[in-house]
Each structure stands twice: as C-alpha cells, then as structure tokens.
C-alpha cells in the first residue's frame, strides 16, 4: 500500500473511533442532565459543542494550511 491509501485507512479509523466514543457518551450526558437538571447541563453542553467546533475549524484550517506549504 502507498502512503495515500493508508493515510485515507487511518483516517476512516479515526472516524469510525470518534462515533463510538460519541455513543458511548450519550448514557452520561442525560445521567449529568437528571443530576443538575436539563437546564443546567443543555447550557453546558452547548458551551463545550461551541469549544469543539471551534477546535475543528482550526484543526481543518491547520491542515489545509499545512498542505498548501
């Protein structure tokens, strides 16, 4: 295999990881949501999904900047 296609390999990898850490959390986040209340924990998790999107904007940004040089 050449560099390409194991990068593209890892990649898929990564992803297919993230989704089922993702999975794995749902259970906690309504476990966090009946111990401080929904109100409380909807306000939180939005907070650290605009952190996480931020992080993936730059991390993209990063990448592709990193690619062009």
């Known amino acids: 295999m050449d560099e390409s296609a194991l990068q593209a ?5 990564e992803r ?8 794995l959390v ?5 476990w966090f949501g ?11 998790y939005t907070a650290v999904a605009l ?3 931020v992080a993936v904007f730059v991390s993209r940004r990063r990448r592709r900047n990193a690619a062009g040089q």
């Open 9 to 13: 390999r890892l990649d898929r990898i």
């Open 16 to 23: 297919r990881q993230y989704l089922i850490l993702a999975l």
């Open 26 to 30: 749902v259970p906690y986040l309504y």
């Open 34 to 44: 009946t111990v401080v209340g929904f109100w409380v924990a909807g306000a939180v």
């Open 51 to 53: 952190v996480a999107v």
